[in-house]
C-alpha cells in the first residue's frame, strides 16, 4: 500500500512551507553555510541540541522538527547519503534477517539521503516519543496502518513533491532519495524533539572498561563492528567486512553506540515482526571509549527510554552522533578489551 492509498484512512495530509534554506544547516563538527562550535565549558551555558547535546547558540535546532527518513542498509544500498548528517540512528532487523535504517536528522538537514526504503511496525516505537516527520518509500499494507498511529506527518515519493527523486546512476529499488531541507520545510507547525538520551561534559570521564573495539552481532552477514578511534574520540564502524563510508566519502564514526537487547515477537525476521521497545531488557553502551553495562526501560509509547548502570544510575552519553542497535536476544556482542 503506498502512502498516497493510506492517506486516504487518515486526517495526516501536510502542506504549507517551512524555512527558507534549502542547504545542510550543520552543528557540531561537518563544515556548512552556518558553522557552530564544536566545543564548550559546559552545556548549560547555552541551548544544545536535544538528539545530540552539542551546542547550539542560534537555536536552530528549536524551531524544527525530528525527520525520520527510513534507509536502505542492504550491500546494493553503499554507499548511503546523509547518513554522517543524522542526530540519531536506528539499526533494526526485518523479514528475512536483514538491517534497516531509521536515520532521525534535527541538528543538519542534507538534500541528499538514502536510498530511501519502506516502513515497518518497529518505526512506529521508534517516532512515537519524538513525533514529527516521517519519510519512507512505502510499505506493506500492516507496516503503514501501524505508521498512521503514530504522531508524525507522513511523506513518500507520492505525496512529498521535489523533496523525493530518483537518482538515474543507480537501479531500483535502491534509487530513491530524500532531501531533508526540502522536507523539513513541509511541516507548517514543527515542534522541536524531545531528548531522548542524557549527556555528560564532553570533557568528563566515562566510567566502565576501556574498549578497543566490538561486534554487534546481526546474523545472516549484516554483522557490524566499531573500533575506538583515540584521535576524534569515536567509534569508526564497518559493515560487510569494509570501513562504512558515506557516498560523500566521511567515516561513520558516532561519539555514542547504545546496543539494546529485544524481543522480536513472532521470531526475528519474520514477516510482520518488530523490535518490542515497550519493556526492560540488558543494554551496552559505548560511549567515552569505555562500556557500561545496564538496563534500558520504557513503560508507555510517549516515553523516551531510560538507561541505567547496574548500580541504579542513569547513563550519560557523550555529545554527538548516537546509533541504537536493535539487537535480538538470540545474538550478542563481542567485546574487544583495551590493553
Known sequence: MTLAIALGMSALVVSS???????????????STTTLPTTTTTLKQGPVAPLTGLPDPLGVTKHRAALTIKIDNTPEAMP???????????????????????????????????????VRKTDREIVFPIRGIFAFS?????????IMTAPVKLFDEANSGAAMFRDAARYPPHNLFANAALLMKMDAHPSAPRALFTYSSPNT???????????????????????????????????????????????????????????????????????????????????????????????????????????GGVINLKPGQTWVELLDVSDH???TLAN
Open 205 to 311: 570521564k566515562t566510567p566502565g572498561p576501556h574498549v578497543k573495539s566490538f561486534v554487534v552481532g546481526f546474523a545472516n552477514g549484516f554483522a557490524t563492528s566499531y573500533v575506538w578511534n583515540t584521535e576524534k574520540k569515536s567509534w569508526d564502524r564497518s559493515i560487510y567486512d569494509e570501513p562504512d563510508v558515506s557516498a560523500n566519502g566521511v567515516r561513520i564514526s558516532p561519539k555514542n553506540v547504545i546496543v539494546m537487547t529485544v524481543q522480536y515477537p513472532g521470531g526475528v525476521g519474520v514477516l510482520g515482526s518488530y523490535a518490542q521497545l515497550i519493556g526492560s531488557g540488558p543494554v551496552e553502551i559505548f560511549s567515552g571509549g569505555t562500556l557500561q553495562r545496564g538496563t534500558w526501560s520504557r513503560h508507555d509509547l510517549r516515553q523516551a527510554t531510560v538507561y541505567k548502570s547496574s548500580s
Open 17 to 31: 512551507a517551512y524555512g527558507d534554506s534549502t542547504t545542510t544547516t550543520t552543528l557540531g563538527d561537518a563544515t
Open 333 to 335: 556482542v563481542s567485546v
Open 80 to 118: 548511503q547519503y546523509g547518513i554522517e548528517d543524522a542526530d540519531v540512528v536506528y539499526e533494526e532487523i526485518v523479514e528475512g534477517g536483514i538491517t534497516r535504517l531509521a536515520a532521525i536528522f534535527n541538528s543538519q538537514l542534507p538534500t541528499q539521503v538514502g536510498p530511501v526504503r519502506s
Open 138 to 146: 512505502g510499505g506493506a499494507e500492516y507496516a503503514v496502518r501501524s
